[in-house]
């Protein structure tokens, strides 16, 4: 889960990295308010879970409530990477001397927490990267000790922070580095960390990423999840209990069991056709859940057919034969359907599936031939 930028800042806040919070305001009064409140010029910042605002002019300075009430009007309604602005962040403005990126990533590779560093900050890291790879350094930290002060000066060094300034970087490492092991993230940056004209080391800008399995957890983040900018039909899976991606494709998918749904997308693929989305409705699944991700799949009207794959391990299979029944007699939309199921009691699921008139497969590449079939060939 992503968090907004003045989320994120919150959260560094605490963890005593030095930047200027500021307000939020949906409306330019509300940002001409909290200008006037904050006083001196200020930054008025489009907040959408999206790189490149400033480019895509959703960050503008302003020097007075006036000019800040014009620029928030220009930015809410905004339409950045096809995000509507609806909250803007005004904070008070910095000089900017120097921008530096300093992010943390969860590195699977490294199976550690891991420092990214530049000197070119601003810039996405992702284009640095490209242009400029040699302007990074990637430091591991350790799993068990964490981040030491000797990496923090190195980091410093690397970065050439102004030697008055080193040990204010590393109170911003250390908080950076408390609030992503904290709050189970999988990234946490600041970009640009900047150096001003009157010599303050602050975060400009911020992001955290969340690790959603550990979300449960806590629940004081969760509460920070901007519903305006997710796929409705993703909040209704967790809702449901179901792990759901939208893809693009017009073949449904539902299998229980995050592998096997990901088998059965590449099996879909090789026969020609192209998976509407990845669907695991988990272990045990009864009627009631199956008939959410029936809503849930049809929900999105590129879907031309379903493909049912049902391991039965625990789950019986005929239990979810009847389950894939009842559902379907309570769907609006019909749309052909191919089932395989196999694993306990897959004889018995036979009868009820093929009296309810539903398409059978015994092999998987059947049913993926057969799906694209009922969909309408390739597409
Ligand atoms: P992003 O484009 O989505 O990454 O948004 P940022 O918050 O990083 O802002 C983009 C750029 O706007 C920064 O790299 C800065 O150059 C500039 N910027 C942001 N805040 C301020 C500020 O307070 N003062 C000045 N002078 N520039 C700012
Ligand atoms: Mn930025």
Redesign the pocket.
Known sequence: MKLQ?YRSKEILDRHGVPL?AGRTATTPEEARAAAEEIGG???V??QVL???????G??K?ASDPDEAEQKAREIIGLDIKGITVRTVLV??????AH?YYLGLILDRAAKAITVIASAE????IEETARTNPDAILRLPLHPLIGLQEHQSRRVAFFLGIPADLRKDFGRVMRGLFDAFVQSDADLAEI??L?VTDDGRLLA??A?IVLDDSALPRHPDLEAMRDLNEEEPSEIAAREAGISFIKLDGNIGCMVNGAGLAMTTMDLVKLAGGEPANFLDIGGGAKADKVTAAFRIILDDPNVKAILINIFGGITRGDEVARGIVEARSQLEREVPMVVRIVGTNEAEAKPILAEAQLITADSLDDAAAKAVAAAGGAA
């Open positions: 930028e200027l010029p200020v930054v910042k489009a999206v790189g490149g605002r400033g480019k895509a959703g960050v300075l904070a008070p403005a910095a000089e900017i921008e900050g601003g810039v996405e970009n640009p900047v400009l800008d992001k």
